[in-house]
């Protein structure tokens, strides 16, 4: 849209964009492109996590590769929503003030996992990371159902106490 303007205001069609306006015209994707690239972004993810759990039971390394698969799926699945609503939009969500605590753990825990496989070697380590991830992924997604976080809350204190 913004290509049409410039070209119907008169102003050079080969101006230089700003990294903004690229990432901009960059999303806008039809729906149904959007659609089919999450489903595609989205099930990489899922096969990936699935593969991970298979290997978990390779003797020797099926532990890292637990934790390198099951990471890959989370970064996927996570990249899977930009399609969905545009790589800028959905990192103002991530960091939107209800979402900053699970979305930093989410992102440390990521990132903790694949140095305790590559640099530290500590694979109980990396399962630790991974059941974080998990914890931390579920926390980010049910932010985004309305009311879902305080129902949880309030399940849990009823069955705790």
């Not at 101006?15 to 901009?24: A, D, H, K």
């Not at 969905?84 to 939009?89: A, E, I, N, R, T």
Request: with cysteine.
């Amino acid at each position: 849209m913004d290509k049409l303007r410039r070209v119907l205001s008169g102003h050079e069609e080969n101006e230089e964009l700003g990294l903004t306006s690229q990432v901009l015209d960059a999303s806008t994707l039809s729906f149904g492109t959007r659609v089919k690239w999450f489903v595609i972004c989205f099930a990489v993810g899922v096969l990936s996590s699935i593969l991970g759990t298979a290997l978990l039971f390779l003797p020797g390394a099926g532990l890292s590769m637990f934790a390198v698969f099951y990471t890959i799926g989370n970064i996927a699945a996570i990249a899977s929503t930009c399609f969905l609503m545009g790589p800028l939009k959905q990192l103002k969500r991530m960091f939107d003030p209800t979402r900053l605590i699970a979305t930093c753990v989410m992102l440390l825990c990521l990132i903790l996992t694949l140095l305790s496989v590559f640099l530290w070697g500590k694979r109980g380590l990396a399962i630790i990371f991974c059941i974080l991830q998990f914890l931390a992924m579920t926390w980010y997604s049910i932010s985004y159902i309305p009311f879902a976080r305080d129902a949880v809350i309030k399940c849990f204190t009823t069955c705790l106490g």
